[in-house]
């Protein structure tokens, strides 16, 4: 029912900083959350932002002060800027997306982000 397609993922060396954009489409309700899981080889999902429709945001501490998500309701996308990449933040990225006023859940395919050392 809820597509969601991702963007933006790559080699990128320490340091450096990359853009991802998960776009959503199809039957979405007006109250949601978009956010970013992300999953290491080896190591299970964890959450890295998060954000309401109104804007407010969570981080895992690993990643505050580097990451900053963002979104556009107009255009059903959530964005993740990623600076001061180091070699842990190498994982596959998954968007969500999840519904307040139903409690319905969707995922991206995912997208590699890998940092060189």
């Known amino acids: 029912q809820v597509q969601l397609v991702e963007s933006g993922g790559g080699l990128v060396q320490v340091g450096g900083s990359l853009r991802l954009s998960c776009a959503a489409s199809?039957?979405?309700?007006?109250?949601?959350?978009m956010g970013w899981y992300r999953q290491a080889p080896g190591k299970q999902r964890e959450l890295v932002a998060i954000?309401?429709?109104?804007?407010?945001?969570n981080y895992a501490d690993s990643v505050k002060g580097r990451f900053t998500i963002s979104r556009d309701n107009a255009k059903n996308t959530v964005y993740l800027q990623m600076n001061s990449l180091k070699p842990e933040d190498t994982a596959v990225y998954y968007c969500?997306?999840?519904?307040?006023?139903?409690?319905?859940?969707?995922w991206g395919q995912g997208t590699q982000v890998t940092v060189s050392s």
């Open positions: 969500y997306l999840g519904g307040v006023v139903a409690p319905r859940n969707y």
């Open positions: 199809g039957s979405i309700e007006s109250l949601y959350n």
């Open positions: 954000i309401s429709r109104r804007g407010t945001t």
